[in-house]
Nanobody, 123 residues
Framework: QVQLVESGGGLVQAGGSLRLSCATS????????MAWVRQAPGKKREFVAA????????YYADAVKGRFTISRDNAKTTGYLQMDSLNPEDTAVYYC????????????????WGQGTQVTVSS
């Protein structure tokens, strides 16, 4: 069992940056792939990025490629999403998710979810 808690969301102007964190409980975090998923008002959940347990093998949605960077620190059992060059279309609740297998760019295949953190980008 893995529990996930996101933090780092907030209000930022277009062009700005934010760094989201996903703190986890459990000593087996290093064996789980991790992903970030977002949901904007009135829209379905959207895959953002994923990373394998080793830190290698990353995936990004086309909408964030080149602007967002996913990473993890297994010693700290924490994952991160560095978001740069933010624009209003990035406004959403961002969720951290995990699965005990390889990273995949498919939100339905993740078993554990955090409560989410709000990111709002003003124009």
């Amino acid at each position: 069992q893995v529990q996930l808690v996101e933090s780092g969301g907030g209000l930022v102007q277009a062009g700005g940056s934010l760094r989201l964190s996903c703190a986890t409980s459990g000593r087996t975090f290093s064996t789980y792939a991790m992903a970030w998923v977002r949901q904007a008002p009135g829209k379905k959940r959207e895959f953002v990025a994923a990373i394998n347990w080793s830190g290698g093998g990353t995936y990004y949605a086309d909408a964030v490629k080149g602007r967002f960077t996913i990473s993890r620190d297994n010693a700290k059992t924490t994952g991160y999403l560095q978001m740069d060059s933010l624009n209003p279309e990035d406004t959403a609740v961002y969720y951290c998710a995990a699965r005990r297998s390889t990273a995949v760019p498919n939100t339905v295949l993740y078993d554990y979810w955090g409560q989410g953190t709000q990111v709002t980008v003003s124009s």
